[in-house]
């Protein structure tokens, strides 16, 4: 093959760049996956076609790096809480689309006159899967679909025998198939998992808590992710585990949808998978494999085993576990495409002398045909999935979310949890500062301006839409432009304890919790939304209107759920049997725990709450002098701990 086209830097990234733009809006006007169209634009570019870009060591650098980003996608996608209940199932799955693809690539290997070692890895070559389409699951928003789950914890198991098949094979080559090794190598492997999905959170929540800005955890994510992968390859196992695996983990660590989650996937999804994606096609020589016949042959052999045996195994997991039939094609789809652990596999055996180089040019032909198919088959049948969506309950509380500015600095944490809970709800978050007038002199436009325009309230992913307001004082203005403006929540800051002065002649916090006309969350947040281990809501005698119980356990749930942490419920006796039945139906879909509080509440919350957690606290204050509207127990809770505290009060 004769040198490509072009050389210099700026040709070779434009080019690149046109393709990933360019190709999968061709491909999407003809009714094709975008994936289709990266790997055919690679295809064409690359050096068996036009000829444009060779595949060097720069592009086979970065297509690794988006095979790594395409697997770390996998793990952050994934509902952790789903996951944990669709496991067995998900083990079930993974046994069958392994096992079954692994005897017939052995029956194969015989027939095509390898060697018993060649044969097993043969069926370890097409056993293993690749979410190439896993895009496409994102973008109809069906991840969370149970057969889609299983599907993709699936991914982990097939991929980590398949390569745990290729290291048996590969050091039998090398003459060490000892006892020893076995032992050394599942024991690496264990360990290295438990780091990974117990370490990781832990190591992330400390940093987190720590460092709040957002380009230093972008900066963590990324590193975090790449030594995972390193780990993985050190010990034997291939990067894009580890990346799998540290995408659990972030999963578990970091809240859905904030904002470090969304520029790590903008990055990986708008350039270094597409590059992957590229890549594939790049490696492809159609010529080469349409001329010779036994490369024909064997590639089409192969096809058809894989695309049997998938189908075999997502038949009998649907005939199990009664899902519908666009399940099961869009499980075959997801499961038969061969990319990530296949190349590791036939590379590393045609280096070894393993395979001969029909059966590696076969094997390319196979991820050739499985690339196209996958993504056409998810693409079809998911979008059925999607037009019928379970559905969703939608926290109406956070629709309009009004938010009293006064210092950013300070309430930075506040804003975070205001922000997030309006952006994962697809709410509004309505920050507002109040400009005073003190007699036709106007006091504080200059400094409303500054406020509002803080770095803090210009996250692009939130829709965020500044309220400015002059009025003759703090309180009015605040309950007036929750009234003109249709808030559905007020967030307020909150210091903990009133000074004497306060406590007699009342506060600004007072005068809106008493007269708002909608509920009010009064926070004193000392721990940064990422670090952030447990919620406790606490609901003491006398606290709560019961017919407010299910709307309490519905906000309490919805935070939790945002923060991505477990819940705990401390009730009085009197409330028990009115929160368990909401408490049970919440841990259906997340985990939370209920247990009895005893005579002295401040008491047992020290013992239950620590400096990480949120404790929320229900109020119905009223008002009067000499007493806070939130009431004695927040108060008395605020001086005893130095735990984060929200204070939920209604109208």
Do not use: C
Not at 274 to 303: H, K, Q, W
Not at 341 to 347: E, F, P
Not at 374 to 399: I, K, N, Y
């Amino acid at each position: 093959m004769s040198d490509s086209l072009l050389h210099e830097p700026v040709a070779v990234f434009l080019t690149i760049m046109a393709v990933i733009l360019i190709t999968p809006l061709l491909t999407q006007r003809v009714r094709l996956p975008g994936i289709v169209g990266l790997i055919l634009g690679g295809m064409l570019v690359g050096p068996h076609v036009l000829n444009l870009l060779a595949t060097g060591r720069t592009i086979e650098l970065l297509s690794s790096v988006g095979l790594i980003y395409l697997m770390f996608s996998a793990g952050l996608e994934i509902d952790l809480y789903q996951f944990a209940r669709v496991r067995n199932r998900a083990l079930v799955f993974g046994l069958l689309t392994f096992t079954i693809p692994q005897v017939s690539g052995i029956g194969l290997g015989r027939v095509l006159g390898l060697n018993w070692s060649a044969s097993i890895l043969l069926g370890s070559v097409y056993a293993s899967h690749t979410l190439l389409a896993f895009p496409i699951l994102s973008r109809l928003r069906i991840v969370r679909n149970e057969a889609i789950a299983v599907t993709i914890g699936a991914t982990v198991f097939t991929d980590v025998a398949a390569l745990l098949v290729l290291a048996i094979v590969a050091g039998a080559q090398d003459g060490d198939v000892s006892t020893g090794f076995f032992v050394r190598l599942f024991g690496l492997m264990i360990g290295y998992t438990f780091l990974i999905l117990f370490g990781l959170p832990r190591l992330g929540k400390y940093f987190f808590r720590r460092f709040t800005t957002h380009s230093v955890e972008f900066q963590f994510v990324l590193v975090a992710l790449f030594v995972a992968a390193m780990l993985a390859e050190l010990i034997g196992m291939h990067a894009i585990v580890g990346a799998f695996l540290a995408g659990l983990a972030i999963n578990y660590t970091l809240p859905r949808r904030s904002t470090v989650i969304s520029q790590v996937l903008f990055l990986g999804e708008s350039f270094f998978i597409p590059l992957f994606l590229m890549y594939m096609g790049m490696i492809i020589d159609p010529l080469a494999i349409v001329s010779n016949v036994e490369t024909l042959l064997t590639g089409l052999a192969l096809t058809v085993a894989v695309y049997s045996t998938k189908f075999a195994a997502a038949w009998l997991t649907r005939r199990l576990f009664n899902y519908s039939r666009d399940e099961l094609f869009t499980m075959w789809g997801l499961s038969q495409a061969q990319a990530a652990a296949t190349l590791a596999t036939i590379l590393v055996g045609l280096e070894l002398d393993i395979f001969p180089l029909s059966v590696f040019d076969g094997a390319i032909l196979m991820v050739l045909f499985t690339s196209i198919t996958s993504p056409l088959l998810v693409e079809r049948f998911g979008m059925r999935l999607h037009a019928e969506p379970e559905p969703v309950e939608h926290a109406t509380q956070f629709d309009r979310i009004l938010v009293p500015i006064a210092n950013p600095a300070t309430q930075e944490h506040l804003i975070n949890l205001a922000g997030i809970l309006a952006r994962v709800n697809d709410g509004t978050l309505l920050p507002l500062n109040v400009a005073l007038d003190r007699g036709g002199h106007i006091v504080g436009l200059k400094h409303q301006r500054e406020l509002l325009s803080a770095e803090v309230l210009q996250d692009p992913d939130t829709n965020i839409q500044p309220v400015r307001r002059i009025d003759t004082s703090i309180s009015k203005g605040i309950l007036r432009a929750a009234l003109e403006n249709d808030a559905s929540l007020i967030v307020m800051g909150w210091r903990g304890k009133p000074t004497l002065q306060q406590s007699i002649l009342g506060t600004v916090l007072d005068e809106v919790v008493w007269n708002a006309e909608v509920p009010v969350i009064v926070g004193r947040i000392t721990t940064p939304i990422n670090g952030m281990t447990r919620v406790i809501l606490v609901v003491p005698s006398r606290s709560l209107n019961p017919a407010l119980a299910e709307k309490t356990i519905e906000i309490v749930v919805s935070i939790a759920k945002t923060i991505n942490i477990p819940i705990l419920v401390l009730t009085a006796v009197s409330y028990q049997a009115s929160l368990s039945d909401k408490v049970n139906h919440a841990k259906a879909e997340y985990p939370a725990k209920i247990m009895t509080l005893g005579g002295d509440a401040i008491q047992e919350v020290t013992q239950h709450a620590s400096a990480h957690d949120m404790v929320i606290i229900t109020s119905m204050g009223s008002p009067g002098r000499f007493r806070s509207g939130l009431g004695r127990i927040p108060e008395q809770i605020a001086a005893a701990i130095s735990s984060s505290i929200v204070v939920i009060h209604y109208p």
